[in-house]
């Protein structure tokens, strides 16, 4: 194609360059799409190897320009979008943090109240720690102090909630006061004299008064062992006894003895449980643990699991020995690990504010985004903090706690974790990379995962295993670690339950001992 037929087409190319307001130069000030797609069409004269050369060539560049410009309009749409996003996440956690100063400052007023009132004073504390007028939380944390409660309300059937102290504790360590890091900078030397990471111990202030029995449905010898304990309880302990309504139904068809078992009538009953209970006791496998956990929305009394399931990751109590077991329970202290959760809430691309966000999910184990029935890879957009981590191009993502790490996580590549380490794992479902590794963040960040508006179909959210939500382009998962712990109860303590539910479940590294006879070194 001579230069002469380009110009008697009457179309002229300019060279000129305008650059963009965000700093880009636009890319069609070069070639003109009319006139690429006129060379282009344009008819080749002769077998010139140059000007062929010079026709791909120019055809390369009308494509690559296409897809900048079809790039730079998506990335300023997802710009202006995720700007939008942010400003209604910022407003949000400014009014959580207006609200939680507020709950706060309420607390201290009852609290006051209470000091000044001698009839309503608190004397646990007192007789723990053997001195007038002060709280136990110089040695420890009280869980009036952890527990966000709401005011008592004036009937005479409800038994006054126990008291309980948290504190570090170590075998070789008689006292139990709580050890900070001690850091010294002496000559440069920056070393950590102590570590506060022991195991924790469960102090009763007072004898527990009230249990909580959760139980495995459609199991009978779980009935069994439940109606056992239930009579157990009453009889040697005289304890109120809290059950599911579907157990306590059970348990009148089997005897009218059990009249004197409560249980609950709607939701908002079950919100203030906590108020009410002192200890929770599980009768299953780790499912159970699961939904005992989801029933408590914010402080979680301590959880004493008995395993009567499949396997037994937290369930570290033999149901042959309860009585032993809850003897020892009751009596205290006892070791406990605290399981962390995560707090989940979806956002929708049609928010138009913070208050449109759906109610938040807590979850001991994983929250889960997979692509659900669609054929296509799932794309998701993860974010830690303000900073972006990858995009994830696979079967899905797991979020997980270190108590889920031996769950879904597992299965998925991810490593076991002692579950009093406390950071959120990071593990993608079959990625199609070949290094795509899973990852572990610290406790304090928040990670985000939205589905792009450019993703060919949506995604799928579940949260321990239920409670499935859709996600569309646009909408994300906000993921941060839950203010409220799940406490549960160590046959030994923490270490030792970790280590014998995974020699013991999974086998961990079950092999053949090599013979002594053969070979050796000379």
């Known amino acids: 194609m001579a230069p002469s037929k380009l110009n008697s087409s009457g179309t002229s190319i300019s060279m000129s360059c305008s650059q963009a307001e965000n700093g880009f130069v636009n890319s069609f000030s070069l070639f003109p799409e009319k006139a690429v797609e006129e060379i282009l069409q344009s008819p080749i004269q002769g077998s010139d190897d140059h000007l062929i050369e010079f026709s791909e060539a120019l055809r390369t560049v009308a494509k690559a320009l296409r897809q900048v410009a079809e790039g730079k309009a998506s990335a300023q749409a997802e710009a202006a979008e995720w700007k939008r996003k942010f400003e209604l996440e910022r407003d949000r956690n400014l009014k959580f943090e207006h609200a939680e100063k507020s709950c706060f400052e309420h607390q201290a007023d009852l609290d006051d109240m209470r000091t000044n009132s001698p009839a309503k004073q608190p004397t646990s504390c007192n007789v723990a720690n053997g001195q ?32 309980i102290k948290l504190s570090w504790f170590c075998k070789d360590d008689q006292s139990d006061q709580y050890k900070h890091d001690i850091v010294s900078f002496e000559r440069g030397n920056i070393t950590t004299a102590q570590r506060s990471s022991k195991q924790i111990s469960l102090k009763w202030q007072s004898c527990p008064q009230t249990v909580l029995i959760l139980t495995k449905p459609n199991s009978v010898s779980v009935q069994i062992l439940c109606s056992e304990m239930v009579r157990w309880l009453r009889q040697q302990k005289n304890l109120h006894i809290y059950v599911e309504p579907r157990v306590r139904v059970e348990l009148l068809a089997e005897s009218s003895y059990f009249n004197f078992v409560e249980t609950w009538k709607d939701d908002e009953e079950v919100l203030m449980l906590h108020t009410k209970v002192d200890l929770v006791v599980t009768l299953g496998g780790d499912g159970t643990v699961l939904w005992a956990a989801s029933m408590f929305k914010g402080p979680v009394p301590p959880i004493v699991p008995f395993s009567l399931g499949s396997l037994g990751f937290m369930t570290p109590f033999y149901s042959e020995h309860y009585k032993e077991c809850l003897e020892s329970i009751l009596k205290g202290p006892i070791s406990i690990t605290l399981r962390h959760r995560l707090q989940c809430h979806v956002i929708r691309e049609a928010a138009k504010n913070e208050y449109e966000t759906e109610e938040p999910m807590l979850v001991l184990n994983e929250v889960t985004i997979d692509r659900g029935i669609s054929s296509f890879l799932t794309n998701l957009e993860c974010y830690c903090d303000d900073s972006f981590v990858t995009c994830v191009q696979g079967d899905g993502l797991i979020l997980s706690t270190t108590s889920g790490s031996t769950a879904y996580s597992l299965a998925a590549g991810g490593s076991m974790v002692h579950p009093q380490v406390p950071g959120i794992l990071f593990t993608p479902i079959c990625p199609h990379s070949l290094s795509f590794r899973p990852m572990i963040f610290p406790e304090h960040v928040t990670l985000r995962v939205q589905v792009p508006f450019n993703s060919r179909s949506p995604a799928w959210a579940s949260f321990d295993g239920k409670d499935r939500k859709q996600l569309a382009p646009g909408d994300a998962l906000v993921c941060s670690m839950a ?14 339950d970790f280590l014998r539910s995974i020699h013991e479940g999974l086998h961990w590294n ?8 053969g070979p050796r070194e000379t």
């Open 483 to 496: 203010p409220w712990p799940v406490p549960t109860a160590c046959l030994d303590d923490s270490t030792n």
């Open 132 to 163: 007038s007028g002060k709280c136990c939380s110089r040695k420890g944390i009280c869980s009036h102090e952890v527990h966000k409660e709401k005011a008592p309300i004036c009937d005479s059937k409800i038994v006054k909630k126990d008291s």
């Open 510 to 517: 079950l092999r053949k001992t090599q013979s002594f006879d």
